[in-house]
């Protein structure tokens, strides 16, 4: 059974730091891009950022960038999202993704993760 389960989220003052693991199981993803969205009550899942699969390249939303790391370690078959500088509007569940295409849409990803909650109080 593919799975991602994603781990790390919890609660931070604004300004404080979390780092999200998110762990694949049931087969090798060191050939997919993987990507991390958000997603909070009432609103569409939001692309936070993504990697190819070698980790050469990667993307970020504006509103995470220069704040936020994504980095995969294709050995452990896992895939992380340093969050630095946190403010509470990136309150939500993020959720992790694995796909062929290295893309900025959540459609382009076949495999998700459960999520895990991150707030951020002021």
């Known amino acids: 059974q593919v799975q991602l389960v994603e781990s790390g989220g919890g609660l931070v003052q604004a300004g404080g730091s979390l780092r999200l693991s998110c762990a694949a199981s049931g087969r090798t993803f060191s050939s997919d891009a993987m990507g991390w969205f958000r997603q909070t009550p009432g609103k569409e899942r939001e692309f936070v950022a993504c990697i190819n699969w070698s980790g050469g390249s990667t993307n970020y939303a504006d509103s995470v960038m220069g704040r936020f790391t994504i980095s995969r370690d294709n050995a452990k078959n896992t895939m992380y999202l340093q969050m630095n500088s946190l403010k509470p509007e990136d309150t939500a569940v993020y959720y992790c993704?694995?796909?062929?295409?290295?893309?900025?849409?959540?459609?382009?990803?076949?495999?998700w993760g459960q999520g895990t909650q991150v707030t951020v109080s002021s």
């Open positions: 993704a694995a796909g062929r295409y290295y893309s900025v849409y959540s459609r382009n990803y076949n495999y």
